[in-house]
């Protein structure tokens, strides 16, 4: 790191863990440039209806679905996902959870789902290549993970027009908006995942307010043109420093 003339971190999280890590001091953050990553957010757009979407995907059309897009590893945090879902479920019987994605800890996850007597909410759909469909069939993104240096899945979501539940983590904060575009929850606390979604399965004109606002601050922020200027205006400045 301190052979570099210069460092781009895709978050502010991520910038101060490296500096921290590291060992490199304050005066450090001069040669470090906060540059978010960006999606294309004219192809991640809704453009099919849930009834649509949910066909195509054989999910039933009359529940309302909480989703998640990832790895199945302890870094995403499923494990408090599922922890969560008895008390989801108490209050709303009929919800689904979807969970497409692969990983080790797929077989870990339905046997807790299991023993917690949440397996008929839960369904482990497994890799899907078609992520804007997949996006497009939900009602509530929820990402429950222990470590995010960003949370491009959770831009994604928000691009496609879906409240988000999210852990208060790494550079997570700095996408998702408390009570604008989603909300946030300790991380590894399964009661405020469940409070959370709880909340918003409550009120359909907050996930529908708070799905627009994350698809307002998506094309504002999280743009791959926005990206892609950035990184070559400060590319410029540096060799113009240098020569």
């Not at 879906?162 to 929850?185: H, Q, W, Y």
């Not at 959370?196 to 307010?209: A, D, G, K, S, Y």
Request: charged fraction near 20%.
């Amino acid at each position: 790191m301190t052979a570099l003339d210069h460092a781009i971190a895709v978050s502010e999280s991520t910038r101060k863990d490296w500096i921290q890590r590291c060992g490199l001091g304050d005066d450090y953050r001069k040669k470090t440039t906060v540059i978010y990553n960006g999606i294309d957010v004219d192809k991640v757009s809704p453009r099919k209806s849930k009834q649509e979407a949910r066909a195509e995907l054989n999910l039933p059309t009359d529940k309302v679905i909480i989703g998640s897009l990832g790895r199945l590893d302890a870094a995403k945090g499923y494990e408090y996902l599922i922890r969560a879902l008895p008390k989801v479920i108490a209050a709303f019987p009929d919800v689904l959870v979807v969970i497409a994605g692969r990983g080790s800890l797929q077989v870990s996850l339905q046997q807790w789902a299991v023993e917690l007597g949440v397996d008929k909410n839960v369904l482990f759909y497994g890799f899907t290549s078609d992520i804007n469909t997949f996006l497009e069939s939900l009602d509530i993104y929820v990402q429950p993970s222990l470590c995010e240096a960003l949370g491009f899945g959770i831009i994604e979501a928000s691009a496609m027009k879906l409240p988000v539940v999210a852990s208060d983590i790494g550079g997570i904060p700095e996408v998702v908006v408390p009570g604008k575009t989603g909300l946030l929850a300790p991380v590894k606390d399964s009661e405020s995942i469940a409070n959370h979604l709880i909340t918003l399965l409550q009120n359909e004109p907050l996930r529908l307010n708070m799905g627009e606002a994350g698809r307002q601050q998506a094309v504002a922020k999280f743009t791959n043109t926005e990206m892609a200027s950035r990184t070559f205006d400060l590319y410029h400045q540096i060799l113009r420093a240098g020569s």
